[in-house]
């Protein structure tokens, strides 16, 4: 009976799967314009959107879960911790607003998904984890993937990588209380924040920050969002 079970998941498993690269692809394509339909009016730049088009989240997810890969939903990815939801990717992608020639840093590599996105744009992504087989996880990902312009880094992403500063950008995927002051350190007079701030279980703002050519830093809110507290020593 267990046998017989067990085949029939593995048949339906196989039905219902994309086994080809293309069928991927198409489901991919699905996601992109289900997102770009979801933006309204702050529709992202077209070429944050050929980046989602490019990057193969199926990789990026459990395999048990790659079915709801290119659904535009959160997906956990084991230790407590989520990929975010596509269109949040996008947002956050487009408000930073990033260059072919720039350097991005990340807090919060989590499956690696979201500097592969930024790693499709830049020219070189930074990313730090602090639960440490995830950021094992994601170096071998991104490394058999080819990203060979993304460098991840264990560690509390609190303060930075100032080896590597300053940045165009920075990315935070994780809510933080406040704005952390060696980020606002490591960002280039000109480049721009995304910072999820709040408290978990309590309404977090997505925030997008500026440091002026003069060094004068602005800030502004986004939208309301959900993420998973930044965490570690700080
Ligand atoms: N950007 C990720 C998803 C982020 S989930 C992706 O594309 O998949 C948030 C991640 O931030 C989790 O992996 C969590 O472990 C990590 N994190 C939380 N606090 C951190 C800290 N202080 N430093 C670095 N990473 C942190």
Redesign the pocket.
């Known amino acids: 009976m267990k046998r017989h079970l067990a085949f029939g998941a593995f048949l339906f498993l196989c039905c219902v799967l994309p086994s080809h690269s293309e069928e991927y692809a198409t489901l991919r394509q699905k996601m992109v314009e289900e997102v770009i339909a979801a933006s309204g009016s702050s529709r992202p730049a077209p070429k944050v959107m050929a980046a989602m088009g490019k990057v193969e989240r199926h990789r ?1 997810v459990p395999s048990w879960l790659t079915l709801f890969a290119y659904r535009n939903q959160p997906l956990p ?1 084991g ?1 407590g ?4 939801q596509p269109i949040i ?1 996008a947002l956050m992608t487009d408000l930073l607003q990033v260059k072919e020639g720039d350097s991005i840093l ?10 592969a996105v930024l790693a499709e744009i830049a020219k070189s992504v930074y990313s ?4 440490e087989p ?1 950021g094992k996880q994601a170096t071998e990902r991104l490394r058999s993937l080819g990203y060979d312009n993304v460098k991840v880094k264990l ?4 303060y930075g990588w100032p080896e590597a500063a300053p940045f165009d950008g920075i990315m935070v ?2 809510a933080a209380s406040h704005v952390p002051p060696p980020l606002l350190k490591q960002l280039k007079p000109g480049g721009r924040m995304v910072i999820p701030l709040g408290a978990s279980f309590m309404t977090q703002y997505l925030m997008l920050v500026e440091k002026k050519a003069d060094g004068s830093v602005t800030s502004r809110q986004i939208e309301p969002v959900r ?6 020593g ?1």
């Open positions: 990026f990815i230790y911790q989520t990929i975010s990717v990340e807090i919060g590599t989590g499956s690696g998904y979201q500097a730090i984890e602090v639960v995830l560690g509390d992403g609190y995927t994780a993420f998973v507290p930044l965490t570690g700080h």
